[in-house]
């Protein structure tokens, strides 16, 4: 079992950057793919961004691809969702998750077997 802890999200102006972290704890870190997720009101929850176990492979939904930047530090138990340029249409609870599996289905929900709580990022125009 891993247990998830979002941080970082909060208010900022469109253009702006935010840097959300997500502790894990539990099963070795190291093991498991780990994911963002993002849902708005009213919509489904949607993929942002994945990185393999290593770190080696990083994968990207087309329109944040040359904003955001995933990474984890195996050694502090810690994966990063850099976000930079941010639009008002990147508001959203933003959710860590991870496959422990690492299926290689990175995109799909069903995919991941953990799940944090969120972390709200609002961005203003």
């Known amino acids: 079992q891993v247990q998830l802890v979002e941080a970082g999200g909060g208010l900022v102006q469109a253009g702006g950057s935010l840097r959300l972290s997500c502790a894990a704890s539990?099963?070795?870190?190291?093991?498991?793919?780990m994911g963002w997720f993002r849902q708005a009101p009213g919509k489904e929850r949607e993929f942002v961004a994945a990185i393999t176990r290593s770190g080696s492979i990083t994968y990207y939904k087309a329109s944040v691809k040359g904003r955001f930047t995933i990474s984890r530090d195996n050694v502090k138990n810690t994966v990063y969702l850099q976000m930079n340029s941010l639009k008002p249409e990147d508001t959203a609870v933003y959710y860590c998750?991870?496959?422990?599996?690492?299926?290689?289905?990175?995109?799909?929900?069903?995919?991941?077997?953990?799940w944090g709580r969120g972390t709200q990022v609002t961005v203003s125009s």
């Open positions: 998750a991870g496959d422990r599996d690492a299926s290689g289905n990175y995109v799909g929900r069903g995919s991941y077997d953990y």
């Open positions: 539990g099963r070795t870190f190291s093991s498991v793919a």
